[in-house]
């Protein structure tokens, strides 16, 4: 009952710029930390960056200062700006969140994910 969608994905040139967004939807009652992380090719999912429901932030050290996570409470949105992309950045983006529904249960989702293609 409880929904991830991420879009902005994309094919982008080194250098280039993307925003990718996660929107939760459903049974929703409050929303905790919300997080990005990306899996290339044959390498396991790794972290890209969180956000707090008062947006204190994390990244890991291969986008710090590239890229930028934001969220819109009131939307239930979670954004990933990305700028000065790499071929390296090239992976799936997957969106999560922790989510307690409308009975009270708290769990990670996790959305479908958008394929992010850096290359000239």
């Known amino acids: 009952q409880v929904q991830l969608v991420e879009s902005g994905g994309g094919l982008v040139q080194p250098g280039g710029s993307l925003r990718l967004s996660c929107a939760a939807s459903?049974?929703?009652?409050?929303?905790?930390?919300m997080g990005w992380y990306r899996q290339a090719p044959g390498k396991q999912r790794d972290l890209v960056a969180t956000i707090t429901r008062d947006n204190t932030t994390k990244y890991s050290d291969s986008v710090r200062g590239r890229f930028a996570i934001s969220r819109d409470n009131a939307k239930k949105t979670v954004y990933l700006q990305m700028s000065s992309l790499k071929p390296e950045d090239t992976a799936v983006y997957y969106c999560n969140a922790r989510i307690t529904t409308m009975n009270l249960r708290t769990s990670t989702y996790w959305g479908q994910g958008t394929q992010v293609t850096v290359s000239s």
């Open positions: 459903g049974s929703i009652f409050s929303i905790g930390a």
